[in-house]
Each structure stands twice: as C-alpha cells, then as structure tokens.
C-alpha cells in the first residue's frame, strides 16, 4: 500500500516562534489547521488576528474546505485563534482527551469559577490513543505523547507527524517537563514512540528557536534525522540519561513569557474567560504560584 502524502503548508509567527500549518489531500479541497496562533501584545492586554488572517486567506485563496482545527496540546508559549477560525472557516475542533487533567490542574490554579466546565467540552471532539479521523482521503492517527503536558498529542497523516513540542529541531533537543502535570520519563517514552514510526517519516515542529550558529528557522525534520542527530535524545541515549539531563535542564529555564495568558485561553479552547459585571475581559495574574 502506498503512503499517502499530504501537502503541507507552513505559517511561522516569530514573535512566539510558533509554526502553524494547513494540512491538505492532495486530491481534494480537505485540509486541516493544526496549532494556530492569535496575536497578542502582552504590554498592552490586546489581541489580533493577523497570523489567522494569513491563514484563511491561503485557504480562500486556494479554495479549500476545512474539516478539523488541531492543536496539539494546550499551549503555555500563545494563544489559540481557534474559535476565530471555526468562525471564519468552519470546521471541528480537537484535542486530545487529557485536556481534562489539563483543566483540572489550570482551572484550579486561576480559580476559574463553576462557568468553567472541567470535561473538555469546549471543543468538538477529543481525541485518544490510536483514534483515527479523515481529513478528505486522508486517514489521520493519533498517538498520546504525554510527558511536556498531559494531553499531548501526535497527529500522523500519512507520511507527515505533527509532534507539538514533544520534539525540536535536532540540534535543540526536546521539550520541558516541568510545567504541572510533566514528566520526564514519560516524555522519553513518548518520543520513542514518536521515532517508531518509519524512519523517512516527515516530523513538523511546533516551535524552533535556533540553535547557537543556525541562522534559519526550519519547521521540518525526519524520524532518521532525529535517532541519528537529536542532541538530547539519539539512539544510545538511555531513559535515565535523559531524565537526570532533561530534569537538570529545566531547572534552569524561566517560564515562557506567554504562559499565564496562554494557559487561560487555551485551557478553553481558545476563548476568553468571561466579561465580569462591568462588561470588561480580564486574565489573572497569580501571584508566587509558579
């Protein structure tokens, strides 16, 4: 049987390093939107919808259909333009059915009130370990990756995987472990199911932040290139090797400078919590929490 091989095409948002990508059967108007991007200027408490507008033009430009809007897992680097799409462009949303250990943990922390429902049902469908769906011809999987956050996924169509932040670029390793509800052991093995896929498998980055002496950002990577070359995770590299490192790792990193926002929004599909009494929209600030 041959692999199917969906056309993909890549949006880039540098402020927060986020890649967003169209997934398209070649032999139909389907596609799919996988981990969008709403702008937001922190300083100024305001949002745009610019990187959806790149989006949806593409698409209208091309004439496409829209039958899933993906995200990965529930981002703590920006904030989802998902119901903006939904809106412009139709479509169901998904993610993976542990957004309610997700919601749990962040509806607790930002004391998200009984308005907030902890079940996921903000978005259209969740999805579990080895689901499939169609994007046109295209027969879509799902593989749980849970290790960054709880309700991580990878979405293999075809030839093509979208692993979220499981995995960077080779030459920058893997991802943090240290947000509530991660785990580096369980990260290690869901990258190892990531690279038991065949190894001319075609990897699509969630976010890359170049490595000291690369000067481009890239997007794309392979399973071969990953076992041979991932600086944190190679072949040869065993499971407690990479728990003493990724855990030594991430307790030197800051927290990523959208997270407070983003895990308020996301958390609900991408909505906005809701106006208070006086009409206005506001996001929390907990303090010495994290």
């Known amino acids: 049987m041959t692999t199917q091989k969906p056309q993909v095409q890549m949006f880039?948002?540098?402020?927060?390093?986020?890649?967003?990508?169209?997934?398209?059967?070649?032999?139909?108007r389907a596609c799919a939107i996988v981990d969008s991007v709403l702008d937001f200027d922190y300083a100024a408490?305001?949002?745009?919808?610019?990187?959806?507008?790149?989006?949806?033009?593409?698409?209208?430009?091309?004439?496409?259909?829209?039958?899933?809007?993906?995200?990965?897992?529930?981002?703590?680097?920006?904030?989802?333009?998902?119901?903006?799409?939904?809106?412009?462009?139709?479509?169901?949303?998904?993610?993976?059915?542990?957004?309610?250990?997700?919601?749990?943990?962040?509806?607790?922390?930002?004391?998200?009130?009984t308005e907030f429902a902890r079940d996921g049902s903000q978005f259209d469908h969740l999805f579990r370990e080895g689901d499939t769906f169609r994007i046109g011809g295209l027969e879509g999987r799902v593989l749980h990756t849970p290790g960054?956050?709880?309700?991580?996924?990878?979405?293999?169509i075809g030839d093509a995987a979208f692993v979220g932040d499981t995995l960077f670029m080779p030459d920058y390793g893997t991802a943090r472990c240290d947000f509530p509800g991660g785990d580096a052991r369980t990260l290690y093995h869901s990258i190892?199911?990531?690279?038991?896929?065949?190894?001319?498998?075609?990897?699509?980055?969630?976010?890359?932040?170049?490595?000291?002496?690369?000067?481009?950002?890239?997007?794309?990577?392979?399973?071969?290139?990953?076992?041979?070359?991932?600086?944190?995770?190679?072949?040869?590299?065993?499971?407690?090797?990479?728990?003493?490192?990724?855990?030594?790792r991430d307790a030197t990193l800051g927290m990523p400078r959208l997270i407070l926002p983003s895990v308020q929004v996301n958390m609900r599909a991408g909505h906005m919590p809701p106006a208070e009494d006086n009409g206005q929209v506001y996001l929390k600030v907990p303090l010495n929490l994290f």
């Open 192 to 248: 190892q199911k990531v690279l038991s896929l065949p190894p001319e498998t075609r990897l699509f980055l969630c976010h890359d932040y170049k490595a000291p002496g690369r000067e481009e950002y890239v997007c794309e990577t392979t399973v071969a290139e990953q076992k041979a070359s991932n600086v944190h995770v190679h072949d040869g590299i065993s499971e407690d090797d990479f728990v003493s490192m990724r855990r030594e």
């Open 45 to 113: 408490g305001r949002t745009d919808v610019q990187s959806a507008d790149a989006i949806i033009d593409y698409i209208r430009t091309n004439d496409l259909s829209v039958e899933w809007i993906l995200e990965t897992h529930v981002h703590a680097d920006h904030l989802s333009a998902s119901p903006y799409l939904h809106e412009k462009l139709g479509g169901q949303t998904g993610i993976g059915a542990h957004i309610i250990e997700v919601q749990n943990i962040f509806g607790k922390a930002f004391n998200a009130g």
């Open 12 to 28: 880039f948002d540098e402020p927060t390093n986020t890649f967003s990508y169209v997934v398209r059967d070649p032999d139909s």
């Open 148 to 156: 960054h956050t709880p309700a991580c996924l990878t979405y293999v």
